[in-house]
């Protein structure tokens, strides 16, 4: 499984991004248990921002809730993180990982993409 997360840049406060995370998978999307997008800020650790299953089922961190917004096309076997309300605390490094059915973990990684907010 590749993941390929794009999207990310600079933005002020109080602006809207999207990320896109492609998955490039032998089947599909559906053979993996969920899809995250973590963050991982200078000096800070990296943390589970959103995440959605397969079933549909979406959780996010307190931080970000009613902001952010996580879904998936399946057709195009891409995730999204759509971001708004942007505060300067979001910036960070983006990453999308994937879980597979076989594990508790997410075993699969992107690159990062940077999301810089500006006040």
């Known amino acids: 499984v590749q993941l390929q997360a794009s999207g990310g840049g600079l933005v002020q406060a109080g602006g809207s991004l999207r990320l896109s995370c492609a998955v490039s998978?032998?089947?599909?999307?559906?053979?993996?248990?969920?899809i995250g997008w973590y963050r991982q800020a200078p000096g800070k650790q990296r943390e589970l921002v959103a995440s959605?299953?397969?079933?549909?089922?979406?959780k996010y961190v307190d931080s970000v809730k009613g902001r952010f917004t996580i879904s998936r096309d399946n057709a195009k076997n891409t995730v999204y993180l759509q971001m708004n309300s942007l505060k300067p605390e979001d910036t960070a490094v983006y990453y999308c990982?994937?879980?597979?059915?076989?594990?508790?973990?997410?075993?699969?990684w992107g690159q990062g993409t940077q999301v810089t907010v500006s006040s």
């Open positions: 990982a994937a879980q597979p059915v076989w594990s508790s973990e997410y075993d699969y």
């Open positions: 998978n032998s089947r599909s999307i559906f053979s993996l248990n969920a």
């Open positions: 959605i299953s397969r079933s549909d089922s979406t």
